[in-house]
């Protein structure tokens, strides 16, 4: 799957569960990249994001390589995974949605 699509699937994912968090590493080029997705939203922790939301959040060169299905919203003090890592696609097919 396109790291596009499979970005606007989790966000879908995120907006029927309120209570879930993704978060995506990657690289884009050699410089490590991380995304949230909260509540259908999504922002890079490591580079900057267009303020347009029909723009992707995934700079060109994006490569997406694990991710996590965390409790929401995020705590601080401490996280709790619920998958992962595992690949992003595979996020997709989880029961705990």
Same mark, same amino acid.
């Given at each position: 799957?396109?790291?596009?699509? %499979? &970005?606007? $699937?989790?966000?879908e994912r995120t907006r029927l569960s309120p209570d =879930? &968090? &993704? #978060? %995506?590493?990657?690289?884009?080029?050699?410089?490590?990249? $991380? %995304? @949230?997705?909260? #509540?259908?939203?999504?922002?890079?922790?490591?580079? !900057?994001?267009?303020? +347009?939301? +029909?723009? /992707?959040?995934?700079?060109?060169?994006? =490569?997406?390589?694990?991710? $996590?299905?965390?409790?929401? !919203? @995020? +705590?601080? /003090?401490?996280?709790? =995974?619920?998958?992962?890592? &595992?690949?992003? $696609?595979?996020?997709?097919?989880?029961?705990?949605?």
């Amino acid at each position: 799957m396109e790291s596009t699509a %499979l &970005v606007q $699937e989790l966000e879908e994912r995120t907006r029927l569960s309120p209570d =879930r &968090v &993704v #978060r %995506l590493h990657g690289f884009v080029l050699d410089e490590p990249f $991380e %995304l @949230l997705i909260f #509540r259908g939203f999504s922002s890079s922790t490591t580079h !900057p994001t267009a303020f +347009d939301p +029909d723009a /992707s959040v995934l700079p060109d060169g994006t =490569r997406l390589d694990w991710a $996590e299905l965390l409790q929401g !919203p @995020l +705590d601080p /003090s401490g996280e709790t =995974r619920l998958v992962g890592p &595992v690949n992003p $696609e595979d996020l997709l097919a989880q029961a705990i949605w």
